[in-house]
């Protein structure tokens, strides 16, 4: 399919030329690729094929910029930060849950220097990513096996593999968690994605998410520079400094922008069938007749569901935004509130994207069956994507936090 038109951030209308393009151009872009990107999106989610176009409709929107703070003088200018790039992963999820969810990712990988490395090589590096508008993948969960970082003669050498994570078979660069062989400690490092003795396996089978990239790397005597290493992995919150520790919290936030827009998408396709097509439960009603009790009811249901969570969200991403603000001045109380918050949202939106794409099966009624209308990608992709974030651990660190006032754990998702 063709791609639209869309003009280049760098070279966007803006009001101060210093700060680049605006919030509300980010979201303009966003909802005109998210637009094209939904009227294909049920044959491209059966297709199943690695989104090689779809990046493409990202890159060419500038899309794949790496967020970073105004104070940065960053890659995409003071109107490009988290809070934008937050909307815009909710915005393409809304219309194709996979690729939000790639979209996501690519951003926390991307921007992961600013955490992990600090200000300097961050600017550095997204800069660069911003130019040649590269794609991230890869992931820094704990996993089993982990790669390994070696010193050799010649320099640091990576060996070993990753197992399934996101992105990776559309990446330009892969941003991983790995050991060092002398010490065990863990690291984070970004390599090229197309450098020798970097395989990645396209063989990932999941029911849901099948458009985000999903695979596994094996490192085979790759070389790692010495500035492609990003920084220490550490688990303990005491250990971290506050810049690191935040990580976490913006990782997850992530996620919640992707489980609500992949709810918000599944209720307005749903909407948009009940108002054209017969009442299932009562198919003599007129065409979007308001009359079925049952239908209205689950409707209220949900979009409170939906509401609620999202604002939740918008109250852990002003948490977040405070926290980033502060930088190293960040107290550990007010990093313990961010992180509780962004759970609770997490949990919420995980709530509303599984009753969401679930009940909205019923309002559609048997022809939700149907392959053809492609409802069942949504329960897919929510489903897919809450099995990595159980919600039992989430409510059981919640209420650690409200009862004894003990911090969520320092985990990135995978």
């Known amino acids: 399919m063709t791609v639209p038109a869309i003009a280049s951030p760098r070279s966007a209308p803006s009001s101060d030329d210093r700060t680049g393009p605006d919030h509300p151009y980010w979201l303009r872009v966003a909802r005109e690729v998210a637009d094209d990107l939904a009227t294909d999106a049920v044959a491209r989610e059966q297709a199943g094929k690695a989104p090689v176009d779809e990046v493409s409709r990202l890159r060419e929107a500038g899309l794949l910029t790496p967020p970073a703070p105004a104070e940065s003088g960053g890659s995409g200018g003071g109107g490009w930060d988290w809070t934008a790039a937050l909307a815009v992963v909710r915005e393409i999820a809304a219309a194709d849950g996979a690729i939000g969810q790639l979209l996501g990712s690519h951003y926390f990988l991307a921007g992961s220097a600013r955490f992990f490395g600090g200000p300097a090589p961050a600017a550095r590096i997204e800069e660069r990513s911003a130019a040649d508008q590269w794609c991230w993948g890869g992931g820094f969960a704990r996993q089993e096996p982990t790669p390994t970082l070696t010193s050799s003669p010649g320099g640091l050498v990576l060996n070993g593999r990753q197992d399934y994570t996101t992105g990776v078979l559309a990446a330009d660069r892969l941003a991983v968690r790995v050991v060092r062989a002398d010490t065990g400690a863990p690291l984070a490092v970004a390599v090229d994605a197309h450098r020798p003795g970097v395989v990645i396996d396209a063989a990932a089978d999941t029911f849901g998410r099948r458009l985000a990239a999903g695979g596994s790397v094996e490192f085979d005597d790759v070389p790692v520079a010495a500035d492609e290493v990003l920084g220490p992995l550490l688990a303990d919150e005491d250990l971290l400094p506050p810049r690191t520790a935040l990580a976490s919290p913006v990782a997850h936030l992530v996620s919640v922008q992707v489980l609500l827009g992949t709810a918000e998408g599944t209720l307005a396709e749903a909407r948009e069938y009940s108002r054209t097509g017969p009442t299932p439960l009562h198919p003599a009603w007129p065409v979007g007749s308001p009359h079925d009790p049952q239908v209205l009811t689950t409707y209220g249901e949900l979009t409170v569901l939906v509401r609620s969570a ?90 650690d936090y409200f009862l004894n006032g003990a911090q969520p754990p320092f985990a990135l998702p995978a």
Request: cysteine-free; glycine content about 6%; overall charge negative.
């Open 310 to 399: 999202s604002a939740l969200a918008d109250q852990a991403l002003g948490a977040v935004q405070d926290a980033l603000t502060l930088g190293d001045e960040l107290s550990h109380d007010a990093y313990a509130e961010a992180a509780a918050l962004v759970t609770m949202a997490e949990t919420a939106a995980s709530r509303a994207a599984q009753e969401s794409t679930a009940r909205a099966l019923d309002i559609v009624g048997p022809r939700a069956a149907s392959a053809r209308l492609g409802f069942d990608r949504f329960w897919r992709n929510a489903r897919t994507h809450t099995l990595y974030e159980p919600l039992g651990h989430q409510l059981r660190d919640i209420g």
